[in-house]
Nanobody, 115 residues
Framework: VQLVESGGGLVQPGGSLRLSCAAS????????MRWYRQAPGKERELVAS????????NYLDSVKGRFTISRDNAKNTVYLQMNSLKPEDTAAYYC?????????WGQGTQVTVSS
């Protein structure tokens, strides 16, 4: 399993970012995909998930209505569109391929929301 996250950066409060996670080494279309984040000194938390076919999504309460997870099985890529970003969204964001557990992690991409 190989996962490569990208798209992070520094953004002002209220801004937007789109994260991408390129997957390889496994049959992407058969896995639920998840986005997690981890802020300094805090535990990693599940932000969003999407089922293998994209038909069902779930979100952390604090990001509902602001974040959207999507996937393109033809491109083996999962996305996280993040709008109306807040300083508390600052964290390293990671994707995982999930079945009964996460099958490997990428290196993460840093999102910093600050004025």
């Amino acid at each position: 399993v190989q996962l490569v996250e990208s798209g992070g950066g520094l953004v002002q409060p209220g801004g937007s970012l789109r994260l991408s996670c390129a997957a390889s080494g496994f049959t992407f279309s058969t896995y639920t995909m998840r986005w997690y984040r981890q802020a300094p000194g805090k535990e990693r938390e599940l932000v969003a998930s999407i089922t293998s076919g994209g038909g069902s999504t779930n979100y952390l309460d604090s990001v509902k209505g602001r974040f959207t997870i999507s996937r393109d099985n033809a491109k083996n890529t999962v996305y996280l569109q993040m709008n109306s970003l807040k300083p508390e969204d600052t964290a390293a964001y990671y994707c995982c391929a999930f079945r009964t557990n996460c099958r490997g992690w990428g290196q993460g991409t840093q999102v910093t929301v600050s004025s």
